[in-house]
Nanobody, 126 residues
Framework: QIQLVQSGGGLVQAGGSLRLSCAAS????????MGWIRQVLGKEREFVAA????????DYEDSVKGRVTITRDTSEETVYQQMNSLKPEDTAVYYC???????????????????WGQGSQVTVSE
């Protein structure tokens, strides 16, 4: 069992920046990947970014590449998502996810056994 507690998010103007944090606790002795998924009400969830167990490997959805950076502090069991040059289309609820598997895919949040944080609203105004 992994518990994920998110912080960060909020309202920002287009072009601004925000950082999301996600602290993991519980059964963290096994390799697990972490990531972020976002969802707009009425739309499908969308993969944003993922980071490997060691933090050495990252992957990003094409539309956020170059604007979003995911990092992992393995000593603190925390993952961060720095989002720059935000656009109105980035507006969504962002969920931290974790998957008890050492591989990056399927991305965390896309398997029934994965764990989710409570969600953080990110709103980008024009």
């Amino acid at each position: 069992q992994i518990q994920l507690v998110q912080s960060g998010g909020g309202l920002v103007q287009a072009g601004g920046s925000l950082r999301l944090s996600c602290a993991a606790s519980g059964c963290t002795v096994s390799p697990y990947t972490m990531g972020w998924i976002r969802q707009v009400l009425g739309k499908e969830r969308e993969f944003v970014a993922a980071v490997s167990w060691t933090g050495a490997t990252e992957d990003y959805e094409d539309s956020v590449k170059g604007r979003v950076t995911i990092t992992r502090d393995t000593s603190e069991e925390t993952v961060y998502q720095q989002m720059n040059s935000l656009k109105p289309e980035d507006t969504a609820v962002y969920y931290c996810t974790a998957a008890l598997r050492p591989t990056m895919t399927p991305y965390p949040g896309y398997s029934a056994d994965d764990w989710w944080g409570q969600g953080s609203q990110v709103t980008v105004s024009e």
